[in-house]
């Protein structure tokens, strides 16, 4: 799973991070580098700019101004760098006529996964999906579209995982089982940043928090060295 | 080689995908067929058309109603991938991003060629014009190539828009305009029995444009698409 | 630079403006000859070739600076590129209807379908859709981004839907306007020539005028451009 250039994939850098929406700066000269192997906590109030930064590190937005390394590429310049990531929005991307399986089939296709069926059935074996399969992916709960999300964002083994509030919707079951899925992608020599503007369940696997507010990384910190730091602290009381 | 060959095939997987939610949902070539008959009998009685329609008419005809029908299937293949953020699915695949323009005009081309292929015969039973005939059917899939070309790019602007599908129309129909000339005297020339031969220019015009369009689509579709 | 303060060498470029405007008034009303044959309505060509002219290059102007917008992402030129655009659709309004006014006395009718004059009606709407875009997209980068490529685009198809117009047009031949459109209607004098070429110059000039002011326009209701990045 975790190849030799792995190591080196799996680490993020952002420098001097600039993006502005109708001229007002979400990101503001922002860094912050995630190193291999973590699970960093994005925490952040709503609009703070948390998915902005996500989706720039996916090479979806493009930002004004700065540089995105993923293991030392760029993955906005670089097409083959988006090899190594994996992203989950707030929108699950699937097809709605489709098959949970069609919807997998395509994506893996699109990844050029080696051995493709038996790599999604795997997959959606993984994420406990197998009995709804065949069934077109508008009739899936909100809860079982988000873990067949986690599915097709890992399908193609990538050494980086950006989740975007991945528990927004779901209930305290689906939750419970996200949790469990969780774990089982944070395997050793992957990186997952997650955003979440509740992180509280989280602290518990994640090995690290960045605080987004005011356009910049304000902490960055190991979760074992949270007490040292009443102000992040408290925040992450408030919030719950 | 390694390169293009996974180009190729993300253009592939991109159509395959599109075939399978139109055979899933049959949401596209059915609504356009039926729009384009519905613009045919409008038509038939607005323009108080003679049974005998001539061959000059019935080119205009077909043209009309396929260029409007295929508004429907353009909105409807960017707005799948605008539904559940889709697009972003396909914005990170490691590809080069002009591969989805290409793949979804693919799309757009087939599904429209389909619709015209359905109408030849259609308007052959309505009037006393054969329209099954292997040039206009040429001319007809270079028209329809350029036309989806240049729509599939401009469907992907229009979709960003707040008045989203009203706006296609309005930015297709003026810049298609010199496609639909060529494409309706092409077809007129062959239905009146000229050769490929002696509608070239026209055939060259529908050329150049397929060339254009695919070339911005090429150039242009990433910077289209992204935020 | 300071956006706010008008520059030195703009009020120059509206002296000039003014200047060979009304030299070129002057040139069409007591220089030129009248036409034989058209009489005194003829004179409305030189300000129809020359706005023709203006919107064209207008339209040009449009399509590069988008092409500057898209390499350097600064919002300047997307400013420019909207100004441009604006000024050339006046131009072309004005070659549309300067065009109606000569076709009514001479052909009898407000419209001919003369390929050329046919072509900047429908550069007019393709324009007029330039704006409906740009109308529905909510932030600047966006309107910045796809209005460049719009702008490209319509530029490009121009040349083919003159060209389809005009073979349209061989084929299927109108009865009033024979010899192929305005321009070469009739025979040009020298003196008609030279009012000719000024004409061109001074609405080279308004352009370059118009575009700057309206540049100037953009610049200003967008606080930020100069710090853009």
């Known amino acids: ?240 | 080689m390694k390169p293009s060959v996974s180009y190729l095939a993300a253009i592939w997987t991109i159509l395959r995908k599109d075939i399978q939610v139109e055979w899933r949902g049959r949401q596209g070539v059915p609504v356009m067929l039926v729009f384009a008959l519905t613009i045919v009998f409008l038509f038939n009685f607005a323009l108080q058309l003679s049974p005998d329609l001539q061959a000059g008419l019935a080119a205009g005809l077909l043209w009309v109603s396929l260029a409007f029908a295929s508004t429907l299937g353009l909105n409807r293949g960017i707005s799948l991938e605008r539904e559940n953020n889709a697009l972003d699915g396909l914005l990170l695949a490691p590809m080069d991003r002009s591969a989805i323009f290409f793949g979804k005009a693919l799309g757009n081309f087939c599904f429209t060629g389909l619709v015209g292929l359905v109408l030849l015969p259609v308007f052959s039973l309505f009037y006393p014009q054969n329209m099954l005939r292997l040039p206009l059917v040429l001319v007809m899939l270079l028209g329809l190539g350029a036309y989806t070309s240049l729509g599939t790019l401009l469907s992907a602007l229009s979709i960003q828009a707040r008045t989203r599908d009203v706006l296609l129309p309005v930015l297709l129909y003026p810049l298609a305009l010199p496609i639909l000339i060529a494409a309706v005297e092409a077809s007129r020339g062959v239905l009146t029995g000229q050769s490929l031969g002696d509608v070239s220019s026209w055939i060259y015009l529908l050329l150049a444009g397929i060339l254009l369009f695919n070339a911005g689509g090429l150039l242009f579709f990433e910077t289209i698409l992204e935020e | 630079m300071n956006v706010a303060k008008k520059p030195s060498l703009l009020v120059i470029l509206d002296i000039l403006t003014v200047l060979f405007m009304s030299a070129v008034l002057v040139l069409t009303w007591f220089f030129t000859p009248v036409e034989a044959v058209m009489g005194p309505v003829q004179k409305v060509f030189y300000f129809h070739i020359s706005a023709a002219w203006g919107g064209m290059l207008s339209f040009i102007l449009g399509a590069i600076a988008g092409a500057g917008y898209l390499r350097s992402r600064r919002l300047g030129w997307d400013s420019l590129s909207l100004a441009s655009i604006e000024v050339g659709l006046v131009f072309a309004l004005i070659a549309i209807l300067s065009g109606m006014i000569w076709a009514r006395p001479i052909w009898n009718t407000w419209w001919v379908w003369d390929p050329r004059l046919t072509t900047t009606a429908i550069m007019a709407l393709i324009y007029l859709a330039y704006f409906i875009l740009r109308g529905g997209l909510s932030t600047p980068e966006a309107r910045a981004r796809l209005g460049a490529v719009y702008a490209i685009l319509a530029v490009l198809t121009v040349p083919l839907t003159f060209f389809s117009i005009r073979l349209f047009r061989t084929i299927h031949p109108v009865v009033i306007a024979t010899g192929g459109g305005q321009g070469s209607a009739f025979n040009m004098t020298p003196r008609m020539l030279t009012a000719l070429f000024a004409s061109l110059l001074a609405f080279t000039i308004l352009l370059a005028d118009l575009v700057w002011h309206r540049f100037r326009l953009a610049q200003l209701q967008n606080p930020l451009s100069e710090e853009e990045n």
């Open chain 1, 1 to 240: 799973m975790s190849t030799q250039t792995s190591t080196l994939l799996s680490q993020i850098e952002m420098r001097d991070l600039v993006k502005r929406f109708h001229h007002q700066p979400v990101l503001n000269h922002l860094s912050l580098r995630i190193n291999d192997g973590d699970l960093c906590v994005l925490v952040g109030d709503n609009g703070a700019g948390k998915t902005t930064l996500l989706r720039i590190l996916a090479g979806l937005v493009r930002p004004n101004h700065g540089i995105v390394t993923i293991g030392g590429a760029d993955p906005i310049s670089d097409p083959q760098v988006r090899r190594f990531i994996g992203y989950v929005g707030h929108q699950p991307m699937f097809y709605q006529d489709l098959t949970a399986l069609e919807n997998l089939v395509h994506y893996a296709r699109l990844y050029q996964v080696e051995a493709v069926q038996h790599t999604v059935i795997q997959a959606i074996q993984s994420v406990g999906l197998t009995p709804y399969q065949d069934q077109p992916v508008r009739t899936l709960s909100r809860g079982m579209q988000q873990r067949l999300s986690l599915a097709r964002a890992a399908l193609h083994q990538p050494s980086i995982l950006l989740l975007d509030e991945p528990y927004t919707g779901l209930d305290q079951d689906a939750a419970a089982f996200l949790d469990d899925t969780l774990q089982g992608l944070h395997t050793p020599g992957r990186t997952i940043l997650l955003a979440a503007h509740r992180p509280q369940r989280l602290l518990t696997i994640a090995s690290h928090v960045a605080w987004l507010k005011d356009g910049v990384i304000h902490r960055h910190l190991p979760v074992d060295r949270l007490g040292e730091d009443p102000e992040l602290g408290r925040y992450l009381q408030e919030v719950g």
